[in-house]
């Protein structure tokens, strides 16, 4: 089951989404660092942390109702 996720994030004129299957969380999150050290790109490292929360809450609540 090919399930699609999105995380967006609005910073001013700038909105970010990024769209990806569950399962490649970790290759979100090197986009995340990867977009965060680009001198060029408003994304920094404080927006890199709360997409990664989000995420990360996002995959607890679903542990939890899968435990429950």
Excluded: C
């Excluded at 700038?14 to 490649?24: K, L």
């Excluded at 709360?50 to 996002?58: A, C, E, I, K, T």
């Amino acid at each position: 089951m090919n399930v699609i996720r999105q995380l967006s994030l609005v910073k001013g004129a700038e909105r970010f989404v990024f769209r990806y299957q569950a399962g490649h969380e970790p290759d979100v999150i090197d986009a995340f660092a990867s977009l965060a050290g680009d001198e060029a790109s408003e994304f920094d490292w404080f927006d890199a942390a709360v997409l990664s929360y989000q995420m990360g809450r996002r995959l607890e609540t679903e542990l939890d109702q899968i435990a429950t």
